[in-house]
């Protein structure tokens, strides 16, 4: 075998996923058939299986069967692992050494821990997060007991949405405690090299702060350094992303190169034997590791570098795909759930980009271009552009963005980058003032930062992908590859050529069935989105006709971006980019908030409003938006009726022309009922009893009311859903939009005891 390496990996990365997603004995029948079929491909004398017979060496089938069986059974134990600790108990006490410096978030601050005894014996060794108020006085190596309540991870609430449990898995990580005490009880009780690694970085930060004077510029180097982002500010960190240079923040190979070319400059100055100098490295990118937290990133380009500098130090030859294979094995090894990390996805396929795409084409480009600084400049390109084709999907999966600038955004950041990594490299080392004319070209990176990220071909929305999707993509990538690599293309040209004909008959059929089947009558769709404490509904017709009512918003003083994060995302991911109808039934900020993103971001046909009696600050955001993208905004109220399509339209019940001058924003909600062929639902917004009593009276005699899915006042508030309005409405199916754990106590035990006797009298 010439690199069993990446036949171990390859193998192993196969068992992880069986233990991941099949998790059966399905799955031994699954290696059993794939081991009897390598040992037949080697018998059977054909010339279709030569190339797999060269490949396949003596033993390189039980080799492939134990790497198979070792990452699906070591994949099942540590899962059954997290499954013992997620059922224990809620209420915890433990003894813990914190591992890690603290992460500061918008109301406390987390720590990560590690259990060294604690009543429940599963949980010791484990790592946890606990969260501590602002206040507290904890350092990395403190031994703390702690008693707080143990909460699990929370699964993805929508569909792709976010999954926290299995984010957590990836670092590690069996849950947050919620501290209610804790005390420090001995100090310093970590390893001593962590311990000893805080203290360093402390000492090189200090360094830094010596030389650089402002405060942003200093945090901006100390982030490009040690990838510690703690102190930079959100905007930065926020344009830094737009503007697709997020890496620069997050040390990866670049940075390591960086270091090695500073070290390099430093030893060479001070005349180190090169063999002496290589150790050195070693040692020192061992130390850089702990420094910067041993992300993936950092991993895979540590190792690599020093594999290759082991390969100089005993004369041998480096192999790139073995060294690559070892530090992703050593990383899956640690902990197999690094598997679906982003980190690990987007380092491994930049790097495999690179190594691939890019210095197949480096080399070409070189042989032709004599210019030293138009090669440097087409290297930078090339290689940019060669990460970003094989990471692009898993970008597009993730985030649902695209950047038509990344190409100048990196050719202009990378050389100013590798500059100010070098200098800062010197500062931390020996703080002399005459390094302070780093401090200006700190500032033109920020400059370019801000530029980019202000250019809206920066960060341009896309459909997301799917897996199937995703995996064809690869697929045409590689066989592209190869036959451009192999010098094949001309086949291709030949295939198109010899078979246009058909192959515009079939583009042209695979349109019409697609416009066929898009007009197909189907059925009538609604989801529920989670959008924590507020309402959003997604409603698709018949037709596929696309209506949003509400769209969520951020709880009372708080920064996350319901629309931006949540709401988004989660159209994209149904492929949804455009929307017939957007619905706002007030414009409180938990069923408006995450609407503002929407209509910033996709192409809304019309927006249907009530009558506004009260300004607010998010009907003057609201005006600016429809302003800017010319949005057709119509005002309803009671009376108007909305034809969708053939059997589907929507009826608005509320509000009347006299408004209800108590609690204006709530008690004045759009009503909708969306009737569907014999189906009804009413959407209420938060109107309150005042509002639910009029109804009544209004529509006593009608079945106006009547539905079959109601969709509950206010979030369950105790101030809605009177019984005679619930018996009135008569649903099947109540649905109510809460946070979890919100501040707010919804849903009102009232409200839910009025639904169960309503069921309870419908059975």
Same mark, same amino acid.
């Given at each position: 075998?010439?690199?069993?390496?990446?036949?171990?990996?390859?193998?192993?990365?196969?068992?992880?996923?069986?233990?991941?997603?099949?998790?059966?004995?399905?799955?031994?029948?699954?290696?059993?058939?794939?081991?009897?079929?390598?040992?037949?491909? #080697?018998?059977?004398?054909?010339?279709?299986?030569?190339?797999?017979?060269?490949?396949?060496?003596?033993?390189?089938?039980?080799?492939?069967?134990?790497?198979?069986?070792?990452?699906?059974?070591?994949?099942?134990?540590?899962?059954?692992?997290?499954?013992?600790?997620?059922?224990?108990?809620?209420?915890?006490?433990?003894?813990?050494?914190?591992?890690?410096?603290?992460?500061?978030?918008?109301?406390?601050?987390?720590?990560?821990?590690?259990?060294?005894?604690?009543?429940?014996?599963? #949980?010791?060794?484990?790592?946890?997060?606990?969260?501590?108020?602002?206040?507290?006085?904890?350092?990395?190596?403190?031994?703390?007991?702690?008693?707080?309540?143990?909460?699990?991870?929370?699964?993805?609430?929508?569909?792709?949405?976010?999954?926290?449990?299995?984010?957590?898995?990836?670092?590690?990580?069996?849950?947050?405690?919620?501290?209610?005490?804790?005390?420090?009880?001995?100090?310093?009780?970590?390893?001593?090299?962590?311990?000893? =690694?805080?203290?360093?970085?402390?000492?090189?930060?200090?360094?830094?702060?010596?030389?650089?004077?402002?405060?942003?510029?200093?945090?901006?180097?100390?982030?490009?350094?040690?990838?510690?982002?703690?102190?930079?500010?959100?905007?930065?960190?926020?344009?830094?992303?737009?503007?697709?240079?997020?890496?620069?923040?997050?040390?990866?190979?670049?940075?390591?190169?960086?270091?090695?070319?500073?070290?390099?400059? !430093?030893?060479?100055?001070?005349?180190?034997?090169?063999?002496?100098?290589?150790?050195?490295?070693?040692?020192?990118?061992?130390?850089?590791?702990?420094?910067?937290?041993?992300?993936?990133?950092?991993?895979?380009?540590?190792?690599?570098?020093?594999?290759?500098?082991?390969?100089?130090?005993?004369?041998?030859?480096?192999?790139?795909?073995?060294?690559?294979?070892?530090?992703?094995?050593?990383?899956?090894?640690?902990?197999?759930?690094?598997?679906?990390?982003?980190?690990?996805?987007?380092?491994?396929?930049?790097?495999?980009?690179?190594?691939?795409?890019?210095?197949? =084409?480096?080399?070409?480009?070189?042989?032709?271009?004599?210019?030293?600084?138009?090669?440097?400049?087409?290297?930078?390109?090339?290689?940019?552009?060669?990460?970003?084709?094989?990471?692009?999907?898993?970008?597009?999966?993730?985030?649902?963005?695209?950047?038509?600038?990344?190409?100048?955004?990196?050719?202009?950041?990378?050389?100013?980058?590798?500059? $100010?990594?070098?200098?800062?490299?010197?500062?931390?080392?020996?703080?002399?003032?005459?390094?302070?004319?780093?401090?200006?070209?700190?500032?033109?990176?920020?400059?370019?930062?801000?530029?980019?990220?202000?250019?809206?071909?920066?960060?341009?929305?896309?459909?997301?992908?799917?897996?199937?999707?995703?995996?064809?993509?690869?697929?045409?990538?590689?066989? !592209?590859?190869?036959?451009?690599?192999?010098?094949?293309?001309?086949?291709?040209?030949?295939?198109?050529?010899?078979?246009?004909? $058909?192959?515009?008959?079939?583009?042209?059929?695979?349109?019409?069935?697609?416009?066929?089947?898009?007009?197909?009558?189907?059925?009538?769709?609604?989801?529920?989105?989670?959008?924590?404490?507020?309402?959003?509904?997604?409603?698709?017709?018949?037709?596929?006709?696309?209506?949003?009512?509400?769209?969520?918003? +951020?709880?009372?003083?708080?920064?996350?971006?319901?629309?931006?994060?949540?709401?988004?995302?989660?159209?994209?991911?149904?492929?949804?980019?455009?929307?017939?109808?957007?619905?706002?039934?007030?414009?409180?900020?938990?069923?408006?908030?995450?609407?503002?993103?929407?209509?910033?971001?996709?192409?809304?046909?019309?927006?249907?409003?009530?009558?506004?009696?009260?300004?607010?600050?998010?009907?003057?955001?609201?005006?600016?938006?429809?302003?800017?993208?010319?949005?057709?905004?119509?005002?309803?109220?009671?009376?108007?009726?909305?034809?969708?399509?053939?059997?589907?339209?929507?009826?608005?019940?509320?509000?009347?022309?006299?408004?209800?001058?108590?609690?204006?924003?709530?008690?004045?909600?759009?009503?909708?009922?969306?009737?569907?062929? +014999?189906?009804?639902?009413?959407?209420?917004?938060?109107?309150?009893?005042?509002?639910?009593?009029?109804?009544?009276?209004?529509?006593?005699?009608?079945?106006?009311?009547?539905?079959?899915?109601?969709?509950?006042?206010?979030?369950?508030?105790?101030?809605?859903?009177?019984?005679?309005?619930?018996?009135?409405?008569?649903?099947?199916?109540?649905?109510?939009?809460?946070?979890?754990?919100?501040?707010?106590?919804?849903?009102?035990?009232?409200?839910?005891?009025?639904?169960?006797?309503?069921?309870?009298?419908? $059975?």
């Amino acid at each position: 075998m010439k690199r069993p390496i990446i036949i171990i990996l390859i193998s192993y990365i196969i068992g992880i996923l069986g233990g991941l997603y099949i998790k059966s004995i399905a799955f031994f029948c699954f290696i059993l058939i794939i081991a009897i079929s390598i040992f037949c491909i #080697r018998k059977i004398n054909n010339k279709y299986f030569r190339f797999l017979r060269r490949f396949l060496k003596k033993y390189t089938e039980l080799l492939i069967l134990i790497s198979m069986t070792f990452g699906f059974l070591y994949t099942n134990i540590l899962e059954q692992k997290y499954d013992t600790i997620y059922e224990a108990e809620e209420e915890i006490a433990e003894h813990c050494i914190v591992i890690a410096e603290k992460e500061p978030k918008e109301y406390k601050d987390l720590y990560k821990v590690k259990v060294i005894n604690s009543k429940n014996s599963a #949980r010791n060794g484990t790592k946890l997060y606990i969260r501590v108020n602002k206040q507290a006085n904890i350092e990395v190596g403190d031994m703390l007991v702690i008693d707080g309540t143990y909460d699990e991870p929370d699964v993805a609430r929508n569909e792709r949405g976010f999954n926290y449990k299995e984010y957590l898995k990836t670092l590690e990580i069996y849950g947050t405690v919620e501290i209610n005490h804790y005390k420090v009880i001995k100090k310093g009780r970590i390893n001593k090299l962590i311990l000893y =690694t805080a203290r360093l970085k402390e000492i090189l930060k200090s360094n830094i702060s010596k030389v650089i004077k402002k405060e942003e510029n200093k945090n901006l180097l100390i982030a490009m350094i040690l990838g510690d982002t703690e102190d930079l500010s959100e905007e930065l960190k926020t344009d830094f992303l737009n503007s697709n240079l997020y890496h620069i923040l997050s040390v990866s190979g670049g940075q390591v190169s960086n270091i090695i070319i500073g070290i390099t400059i !430093l030893f060479r100055l001070l005349k180190i034997h090169k063999k002496i100098m290589d150790a050195l490295c070693i040692v020192i990118l061992i130390e850089f590791m702990f420094l910067t937290g041993l992300t993936p990133s950092i991993i895979r380009a540590c190792i690599m570098c020093i594999i290759s500098l082991i390969s100089g130090l005993i004369i041998r030859r480096y192999d790139i795909a073995n060294s690559l294979g070892i530090s992703l094995l050593i990383i899956l090894i640690n902990n197999p759930f690094a598997i679906n990390s982003l980190s690990v996805l987007l380092s491994y396929f930049g790097f495999l980009g690179i190594i691939v795409l890019g210095s197949f =084409t480096i080399k070409k480009v070189n042989k032709v271009i004599k210019n030293n600084i138009l090669r440097y400049i087409l290297n930078i390109i090339i290689s940019s552009v060669a990460a970003q084709i094989f990471i692009f999907p898993i970008i597009l999966y993730v985030f649902g963005t695209i950047s038509l600038t990344f190409i100048f955004s990196n050719l202009l950041i990378i050389p100013l980058s590798t500059i $100010i990594t070098i200098i800062g490299l010197f500062i931390m080392i020996c703080p002399l003032q005459i390094f302070c004319v780093i401090e200006p070209l700190i500032e033109i990176t920020i400059n370019i930062v801000g530029f980019f990220s202000n250019i809206g071909i920066s960060k341009i929305y896309c459909i997301i992908p799917n897996i199937k999707e995703i995996i064809i993509y690869y697929v045409i990538s590689i066989y !592209l590859y190869y036959m451009i690599r192999r010098d094949y293309i001309y086949k291709i040209k030949h295939f198109f050529r010899k078979y246009k004909k $058909i192959i515009v008959l079939i583009l042209v059929l695979s349109i019409g069935i697609s416009f066929i089947y898009k007009n197909i009558p189907k059925d009538l769709y609604i989801n529920f989105i989670d959008v924590g404490q507020g309402d959003s509904t997604l409603i698709t017709t018949q037709y596929n006709k696309k209506i949003l009512i509400d769209g969520g918003g +951020s709880e009372f003083g708080s920064t996350f971006d319901v629309g931006e994060k949540t709401l988004l995302p989660y159209l994209l991911k149904k492929k949804i980019h455009k929307l017939d109808y957007v619905i706002i039934s007030h414009f409180d900020s938990d069923h408006v908030g995450g609407i503002l993103t929407i209509l910033e971001e996709l192409n809304v046909k019309q927006v249907l409003i009530p009558k506004q009696v009260e300004y607010s600050e998010n009907y003057n955001k609201f005006l600016a938006i429809i302003k800017k993208r010319k949005i057709k905004v119509k005002i309803v109220g009671e009376g108007n009726t909305i034809n969708l399509d053939k059997n589907t339209c929507l009826d608005i019940i509320w509000p009347e022309e006299k408004q209800i001058a108590d609690n204006v924003l709530n008690n004045n909600s759009m009503i909708v009922r969306l009737c569907y062929k +014999s189906f009804k639902m009413i959407f209420t917004g938060d109107i309150e009893e005042i509002a639910e009593q009029k109804l009544l009276q209004k529509y006593e005699n009608t079945e106006k009311l009547t539905a079959d899915i109601l969709k509950v006042a206010h979030h369950g508030s105790k101030s809605s859903s009177i019984a005679e309005f619930l018996e009135k409405v008569n649903p099947k199916i109540a649905v109510i939009g809460v946070g979890k754990n919100n501040k707010f106590g919804h849903p009102n035990a009232g409200v839910l005891d009025r639904l169960s006797m309503l069921r309870n009298k419908n $059975i």
